[in-house]
């Protein structure tokens, strides 16, 4: 089944500086990649996702790049704020019609 | 955009409870619904898939007579833990996605997070 890895697991940036967090997957027959942010105890919300017929898509400060060939795909935030402060997963999903997901990286924005 | 609403937010209960939460698609009609799990600091477990009228499809190593699960509108599932145990303690997340075509966005539920005393 696909397995997907994420790192980091935890990332610090200074306010106004860009954070990157990357992911792999395993299952070439994935085909939907969404980003999702948690806040302390709140469920995920969906910030962008990117399907493979595409390599990159952007909305605002946000942006995810794809590559197919490589199975991995990347989140980049620009501009951070101290509210872009939360636990960021990514996921995959594939054949199985699941969503299988990373481990999670907890980004601090350091004003 | 999206909203799944999800209740109740937090339960304390005695052990041998049992425990109904209620996940509902607000603005859309939730052809597959889905429960999680989710540890502290760690990421989302499924539990469970469930269509609309049909009967749930359990990860392995889930009890379905333990969480059984219910589906019976386009908007509405709900999850209910069997004599929860402390064990049981954890943080329930719902997720839900609308459409006949597979590659459709899931959105979670705020979360339900259920103490066993």
């Known amino acids: 089944g696909e397995n997907v890895e994420q790192h980091p697991s935890t990332l610090s940036v200074q306010e106004g500086d860009s954070a990157v967090i990357k992911c792999t997957y395993s299952?070439?027959?994935?085909?939907?990649f969404p980003w999702y942010k948690q806040e302390l105890g709140k469920g995920p919300q969906l910030i962008i996702d990117i399907r493979s017929n595409v390599g990159e898509k952007k909305d605002q400060r946000i942006a995810v790049t794809l590559n197919k060939t490589a199975k991995h795909f990347s989140l980049h935030i620009t501009e951070t704020q101290p509210e872009d402060s939360a636990v960021y997963f990514c996921?995959?999903?594939?054949?199985?019609?699941?969503?299988?997901f990373g481990q999670g990286t907890r980004l601090t924005i350091n004003p | 955009g999206a909203v799944v609403s999800q209740h109740p937010s937090r339960v304390i209960c005695k052990s041998g409870t049992s425990v109904k939460i209620e996940c509902r698609s607000l603005?859309?009609?939730?052809?597959?619904m889905f429960w999680y799990r989710q540890f502290p600091k760690q990421s989302l477990m499924l539990m469970a898939t469930?269509?609309?009228?049909?009967?749930?499809?359990?990860e392995q190593g889930v009890e379905k007579d333990k969480f059984l699960i219910n589906h019976a509108s386009l908007t509405l599932s709900t999850l209910t833990v069997t004599s929860a145990h402390p064990e049981d303690s954890s943080f329930y997340i719902c997720s839900a996605r609308g459409g006949t075509v597979f590659v459709q966005p899931q959105h979670f539920g705020d979360g339900t997070r259920l103490s066993i005393l």
């Open positions: 469930s269509n609309e009228g049909s009967k749930a499809t359990y």
């Open positions: 299952d070439s027959a994935s085909n939907y």
């Open positions: 996921a995959a999903r594939g054949g199985a019609q699941k969503l299988v």
């Open positions: 603005d859309f009609q939730a052809t597959t």
